[in-house]
């Protein structure tokens, strides 16, 4: 099933999401849901909170980012996971830039600064428990969905006027006036409690 992903502006990206729990029900088949949303919109990563659920877990494929960090050791080709209940442990290193976009910010590519290594502790789809170092650009995948699991956008880590020149762009597409090749959901859809 491929859900709408929902736009800047939605309730559902600001809010933390909450732990999944062990008996939490269809939890394989919602994470194939995930996959089959993250590839129909041509990501490489999918929060949760970016479907509309406030729970957290969120998949990665890295393979389509193969080859565009020079310098990065570990390779994206095949790197394909499914973290659930992550907990961040360190950020560490020297902060970096990179241009980084967001499904539910179509069109907006800014540079962000994170810091180059992290260690996360975190399910596997098992319900494994594992704690991993990551570096270079998968440390920065993890960091971005990470975020949305916190209620963060990456547009809130750009600074200065680089912000203020994006603010018309973010107010059209939380406003619904912007389209895009995958299906959306607009905070103008959401209805009121």
């Given at each position: 099933?491929?859900?709408?992903?929902?736009?800047?502006?939605?309730?559902?990206?600001?809010?933390?999401?909450?732990?999944?729990?062990?008996?939490?029900?269809?939890?394989?088949?919602?994470?194939?849901?995930?996959?089959?949303?993250?590839?129909?919109?041509?990501?490489?990563?999918?929060?949760?909170?970016?479907?509309?659920?406030?729970?957290?877990?969120?998949?990665?494929?890295?393979?389509?980012?193969?080859?565009?960090?020079?310098?990065?050791?570990?390779?994206?080709?095949?790197?394909?996971?499914?973290?659930?209940?992550?907990?961040?442990?360190?950020?560490?290193?020297?902060?970096?830039?990179?241009?980084?976009?967001?499904?539910?910010?179509?069109?907006?590519?800014?540079?962000?600064?994170?810091?180059?290594?992290?260690?996360?502790?975190?399910?596997?789809?098992?319900?494994?428990?594992?704690?991993?170092?990551?570096?270079?650009?998968k440390a920065r995948i993890i960091q971005h969905e990470y975020d949305h699991l916190e209620g963060v956008l990456f547009t809130d880590h750009v600074k200065g006027i680089r912000k203020q020149l994006i603010k018309s762009r973010l107010l059209?597409?939380?406003?619904?006036?912007?389209?895009?090749?995958?299906?959306?959901?607009?905070?103008?859809?959401?209805?009121?409690?």
């Amino acid at each position: 099933m491929i859900y709408d992903i929902v736009a800047f502006g939605h309730p559902a990206l600001r809010k933390r999401a909450e732990d999944i729990p062990a008996d939490y029900p269809e939890l394989e088949e919602f994470i194939e849901d995930m996959y089959e949303t993250m590839y129909n919109a041509k990501g490489v990563g999918l929060a949760a909170p970016q479907i509309g659920k406030s729970i957290r877990i969120f998949v990665v494929d890295g393979s389509p980012m193969e080859g565009m960090l020079e310098d990065d050791p570990t390779p994206m080709e095949g790197w394909k996971k499914v973290f659930i209940n992550p907990k961040m442990l360190e950020e560490t290193g020297e902060e970096w830039g990179w241009d980084e976009g967001c499904l539910s910010i179509p069109d907006v590519i800014e540079e962000v600064y994170r810091e180059e290594e992290i260690l996360l502790r975190y399910e596997d789809e098992n319900r494994v428990v594992h704690e991993e170092r990551f570096t270079g650009l998968k440390a920065r995948i993890i960091q971005h969905e990470y975020d949305h699991l916190e209620g963060v956008l990456f547009t809130d880590h750009v600074k200065g006027i680089r912000k203020q020149l994006i603010k018309s762009r973010l107010l059209k597409i939380s406003k619904g006036k912007y389209t895009t090749f995958y299906p959306m959901s607009y905070a103008s859809n959401v209805k009121q409690k």
